[in-house]
């Protein structure tokens, strides 16, 4: 009953706008298509906020409206004007249908496919282990090495299967020093936060960043990406790090506990390696080769495929439903573009007369706000477009830029954790019940408020702000 409540309240909305007199929208002389447009924005933010049916299905709803209602191939009774209402110009349903298989879903599958056959021949419990056994002197340090082990892995893999990489192997450490200690609580908290905050480091990392390179004016590689956002997380993980230990210190007990790492040595787990070193080794020189980021990602997925490293039955484990959710959010924000929609939205925002600093603050705080209730990559499917827009349609902007802008908001998306349903690695650290949400809101507000206020820093390094 709940969920037809909250699909009843998402589709009103969208359908009042439908059937509003044009003078009535908050746009100049809209066409039917930009009428449409702006009801099927509506409908996609309720149903991402409301959730009354899974996030991926709303993004295949919106490739099906812009489709049967908005492209060239649109049904014939939606290609006709209305009386004292043009129809506008249609999009291309190519267009449309490419954004399942855009550069950004290719970048995606290659990294889902490193994951997925470094997870079938444990070559990830195998690193994590090897990577641990340095740190495991004290508990200062065992937090420390959890919380850098956890962001580095998700930089190259989903952030939950990582979560509950870490949560296996962190269980006889969580059990050697009581599940009721703080110190425990302390551990298990450093996991989805490091998680969170790691997709930061990559292009790969988290959809978000996916979905900002789309919109940038400039092409941006695999290593200046890293070069810019590595450092910013390295600082929050040693501000959470410290944070987590002042508030959940340790109790004195000691470490007992051998981690043993057993490494596949058969020729297809050697071939494994070598792609997944290559792969890697390739996103961070594209300088030198040439090829860009997308292109490398196929080279693992051909390699896994031709060798039996990856069978039919492994590449059903893909995240499919990320896919088709950063799919949606492709198809949304090129029409929203093409269409001029976007640009009409965000002149028609009350901002003029704010710097842009104040504009690109306001961006941030409302990224930050709604990534803590809904999905971080459906808030950057909704606010990306637009912030697009507002850095191009604004002369305050002019001093940040796009490119700028862009990558700001969608870094934000990633620091919204403090409740357990903001994001997989929080719900999976809550669902052990060793933690209270109190424990989840005091340390996520606490990072995503010293997060916003170091890419603020950036602005002002960047002398964005005068």
Not at 52 to 78: E, H, K
Not at 163 to 185: E, H, K
Not at 407 to 418: E, K, N, Q, T, Y
Request: aromatic letters at 8%; hydrophobic letters at 60%.
């Amino acid at each position: 009953m709940a969920g037809r409540i909250k699909l009843l309240l998402a589709l009103l909305p969208p359908l009042l706008v439908l059937n509003l007199p044009v003078q009535w929208l908050p746009l100049p002389d809209p066409t039917l298509i930009e009428q449409r447009l702006l009801a099927i924005f509506l409908l996609a933010a309720l149903l991402w906020v409301l959730e009354p049916v899974p996030v991926f299905a709303t993004s295949l709803l919106i490739i099906g409206l812009l489709l049967v209602m908005t492209s060239d191939q649109a049904a014939v009774w939606f290609l006709a004007d209305a009386p004292g209402q043009p129809l506008g110009e249609p999009l291309s349903y190519q267009a449309i249908l490419g954004s399942f298989a855009s550069p950004i879903i290719i970048l995606f599958l290659g990294g889902f496919a490193l994951a997925l056959a470094a997870a079938k021949y444990q070559l990830d419990t195998n690193l994590a282990n090897t990577l641990l056994r340095p740190f495991m002197a004290s508990h200062d340090r065992l937090m420390l090495g959890v919380m850098l082990i956890t962001a580095l892995f998700s930089m190259f893999m989903s952030n939950t299967a990582t979560t509950l990489m870490m949560l296996t192997i962190m269980g006889p450490v969580f059990a050697s020093l009581g599940l009721q200690a703080p110190s425990t609580r302390g551990l298990l908290l450093a996991i989805p936060i490091a998680a969170n905050l790691g997709g930061i480091g990559t292009p790969i990392g988290t959809p978000p960043n996916a979905i900002a390179l789309q919109y940038l004016a400039e092409p941006i590689d695999f290593l200046s990406w890293m070069a810019f956002a590595v450092p910013l997380v390295l600082v929050l993980l040693l501000a959470a790090w410290r944070l987590l230990l002042k508030w959940y210190p340790p109790t004195g007990l000691g470490l007992c506990l051998t981690l043993s790492s057993r490494f596949v040595r058969t020729p297809r787990a050697w071939l494994l390696y070598v792609t997944f070193a290559l792969t890697l080794l390739l996103w961070l020189t594209s300088f030198w080769h040439g090829m860009n980021s997308y292109v490398v990602a196929v080279i693992p997925l051909v390699v896994f495929s031709l060798t039996g490293i990856l069978t039919p039955a492994d590449l059903q484990k893909i995240n499919w439903d990320v896919l088709w959710l950063v799919a949606g959010g492709i198809a949304l924000g090129l029409a929203l573009d093409q269409s001029g929609l976007a640009r009409k939205l965000a002149l028609a925002l009350p901002l003029e007369h704010l710097g842009g600093g104040a504009i690109l603050l306001c961006l941030l705080l409302v990224c930050f706000l709604l990534a803590n209730v809904m999905s971080n990559t459906a808030t950057a499917n909704l606010l990306l477009p637009i912030t697009a827009a507002v850095a191009t349609g604004y002369q305050g902007m002019a001093d940040i830029g796009l490119d700028t802008a862009v990558v700001l908001v969608a870094l934000s998306c990633s620091l919204g954790m403090i409740l357990p349903v903001s994001t997989p690695p929080n719900a999976l650290a809550y669902a052990t019940g060793l933690i209270a949400t109190r424990d989840l809101l005091r340390t996520g507000l606490a990072v995503g408020l010293l997060g916003l206020a170091l890419l603020l820093a950036v602005m002002l390094v960047l002398g964005a702000l005068a």
